[in-house]
């Protein structure tokens, strides 16, 4: 079966399990370029590939201006070019390098959590200690006795 051509706008969302608001949306900022047929929107194959981009560079961490970037610097060649390379592997290293932080930071939240949660414990067991402690002497203590 011959791959398709062109697609419908609810084709693309469907397929890609996003709005089509999403898809208008990215239009507006120029990362889609549908030919028009009056009203109707005609996605390429092309922009389906760029569609599929962007919703990967999204789960990466990229913006849509980072994005775009690229395939404006795509766009300038038939096949891209070293500058579009070397803004992608520039653009991978900050991602990596973001990720990484944002691990150690989660590894440091993790620790002062297990401390905290330590203390609580530690501090909850004295105190169910001392109020078992306490029932236990109320009960040990002899009555008052009764006033005449």
Known sequence: MAEKTTYS???????????TRSVRFYEDQGLLKPARRGQTRIFSSKD???????????????SLAETKELFDLWDETLTGNEKQLLKMLTILDNKRAQLEQQKNDIAQ??????????????????????????KGAEKEAPEPAEQK
Request: net charge positive.
């Open 109 to 134: 939240a993790e620790m002062e959590m297990d401390t905290a949660e330590a203390r609580c414990r530690e501090a909850l067991a004295d105190l169910q200690k001392r109020k078992r402690q306490q």
């Open 9 to 19: 706008i609810s084709e693309l969302a469907k397929e890609f399990d996003v709005t």
């Open 48 to 62: 389906r590939v760029r569609l599929k981009l962007i919703l990967r560079g999204k789960r990466m961490g990229f």
